[in-house]
């Protein structure tokens, strides 16, 4: 097989509702980290070639390649095809119900590799590199006898085991030749426990159990949405990623399974996106009820009032999945980067940032949970009282802003736009019943100042635009969220001609839209979800086949199975950042939303017509 590097599209998630693996095209496994998502790697191929470790299993000599998940699965299938035979690996975490788990012996973490000769033969190469700690340790690897083999770091032990003899090359790394004939299967599984000795599955009675069961959960899971309508299968594709990027035991929704994907190839914009950010919260709620994910939606909003509730009325920008504040942002100077990009970061400065837009997110969420006449429990209402007092006394100072500006902080339009959120969505629930205890004459004239500061000061009468911020003449795309949270009619002059000063200077002949002048001016590649916010917008003012040839142009950087990046290189194609990204997704699944919304709305308009 070909030893150029694999670019960040070629990459394929699976996982577990716990962590997740990324696989290159050519079967290698250069990313893993256990037992969460934020843990140091196992295998950090991406991020360091060299010394970052790798699992790979591909044909001997070179060998054409094709992918895909099995229908409505996160079961991941890679073919290779030589004149002398196929084969196809199967990659999968194992997922089932607790019940079923009960029947079996369950690891606490369990990676499954299966090769199945389809056609002819083939001769296969496995590699076996697993470097610890990002990197930095080189574990010995021992030979466990009949049980295959061990790696003891403290308490934690890591089995492999197999169905064919892995010569060990030298005590850190496995490597082996083999040869399959049609009908063949082998199978490789790789455990990790916190605690020794570890549950240890016989390979030859289980794998096909458990992959049977793991097909069988996860097109359960993804036959509870209620979607009818268009590109389902990139909505369906969307959601069974949010799923990947769910930790069951809380309910957190990670950002990203990644860490320092360069948004500028060689630069130094490379950011941990393994947590979970408040920001994404109303799009995630959305998004989920949307689909019909109402038991999702719910963990996920009981996750967010978990994590809330020891800093109220303060919130933070991001959390870990257990809704603990990340670890301190530090670069790992060992490490040389995706292509040479450093450096390469672990946890996140943004969780000493101030962003106001999060209690408009977090109320938002909230606000889609309870639409109708449910009633709110106490600590929800003591939450929401809260959000209101702060939003008050607040919603006048600078931050930091959806972007995470690491300069000055300035009065983002956005952050406006969802503190004005905030109180629309609480003053609502109160006229329902829903909320008790606030003050309404004070939310209703601060709601009105916000209006008033953004209708008069965040639009520019010169570029008849609503700009990044107060008094700015910046074009920023979120700009485009002020008719998706319902504070200007989508067909309204204003916002308009504010999408067209954002196609005139954020949308360059690719089609693709950055978030703002300053990211374009640094040649960052074009931010993924704002495409999708556009076509959002699009559908939102009546103009479906404009937004449906957006959605689709947008759609067309997603890869081979229909994953995204956060960002897309305008010149190139390829994708940035880090990978696969829930945000993008999120905007995807809305977009769709909205496209069907629309479509339906003008469908009952021409019947009465």
Request: proline share 4%; hydrophobic share 40%.
């Amino acid at each position: 097989m070909t030893t150029k590097a694999p670019k960040i599209q070629d990459y394929a998630l699976i996982g577990d509702g716990r962590s997740a693996a990324l696989i290159s095209n050519r079967g290698s496994i250069d990313w893993l980290c256990w037992p969460r998502f934020d843990s140091p790697s196992i295998f950090g191929a991406i991020i360091d070639p060299k010394t970052g470790g790798r699992w790979s299993i591909c044909p001997l000599g070179e060998a054409q390649f094709s992918r895909r998940y099995l229908d409505n699965t996160n079961v991941l299938e890679t073919t290779f095809s030589q004149e002398s035979g196929k084969i196809a690996l199967t990659d999968f975490m194992p997922v089932t119900s607790e019940e079923k788990k009960q029947s079996f012996l369950w690891p606490e973490h369990e990676l499954v590799r299966q090769i199945k000769c389809t056609q002819g033969e083939m001769e296969l190469i496995v590699d076996f590199d697993p470097r610890l700690d990002y990197g930095r340790v080189a574990p010995k690897i021992k030979d466990a006898g009949k049980l295959g083999w061990r790696i003891d770091i403290g308490k934690c032990v890591f089995m492999l085991r197999s169905d064919i003899e892995i010569p060990q090359r030298t005590e850190k790394h496995l490597s082996a030749k083999f040869k399959l004939r049609v009908g063949d299967i082998i199978a490789f599984s790789l455990t990790f426990s916190a605690e020794a000795p570890g549950v240890v599955p016989v390979l030859v009675e289980l794998v096909g159990k458990k992959l049977n069961l793991t097909i069988e959960w996860w097109r359960q899971w993804a036959s509870q949405s209620d979607y009818r309508g268009p590109y389902e299968r990139q909505v369906t594709r969307s959601a069974l990623l949010l799923k990947l990027l769910s930790y069951a035991p809380s309910g957190a929704i990670v950002a990203a399974p990644t860490t320092s994907l360069p948004e500028r190839i060689g630069g130094h914009l490379n950011w941990d996106y393994r947590f979970a950010w408040l920001r994404d919260a109303s799009f995630t709620v959305h998004a989920l009820f949307g689909l019909g994910y109402k038991d999702d939606a719910k963990a996920f909003v009981d996750w967010l009032l978990h994590a809330t509730r020891l800093t109220r009325p303060e919130l933070r920008v991001v959390y870990n999945v257990f809704g603990e504040r990340p670890p301190s942002e530090r670069e790992l100077s060992s490490s040389r980067g995706y292509a040479g990009s450093r450096p390469v970061r672990i946890g996140n400065a943004a969780s000493e940032q101030v962003q106001l837009d999060m209690y408009g997110e977090v109320v938002e969420a909230v606000s889609h949970f309870v639409r109708g006449s449910e009633k709110l429990d106490r600590d929800v209402q003591k939450m929401l009282r809260q959000c209101a007092e702060y939003v008050c006394e607040h919603w006048r100072e600078a931050d930091n802003g959806i972007w995470e500006a690491r300069d000055e902080r300035r009065h983002y339009t956005h952050s406006r736009l969802m503190c004005w959120v905030a109180l629309d969505r609480i003053l609502k629930m109160q006229a329902r019943g829903q909320l008790h205890g606030i003050s309404v004459g004070k939310c209703e004239s601060e709601r009105k100042r916000i209006r008033e500061e953004i209708e008069t000061h965040c639009w520019n009468s010169e570029l008849e635009a609503y700009t990044q911020a107060s008094g700015s003449n910046v074009i920023d795309a979120s700009a485009l969220l002020l008719a998706y949270h319902g504070f200007e009619d989508a067909s309204s002059q204003r916002m308009q001609k504010t999408h067209q000063r954002i196609r005139d200077r954020l949308v360059p002949r690719t089609g693709l839209v950055h978030r703002n002048e300053q990211s374009k001016d640094r040649h960052e590649g074009a931010f993924a979800v704002c495409s999708f916010w556009e076509a959002d917008f699009l559908a939102l003012s009546g103009n479906l086949s404009k937004a449906a040839e957006v959605f689709e142009a947008a759609l067309g950087y997603a890869n081979d199975v229909d994953l995204l990046a956060e960002e897309i290189d305008p010149e190139s194609s390829d994708a940035l950042g880090n990978f696969p990204q829930g945000f993008t997704h999120l905007g995807l699944i809305n977009a769709a939303l909205s496209l069907r919304e629309s479509e339906k709305r003008a469908d009952e308009l021409e019947r009465k017509l």
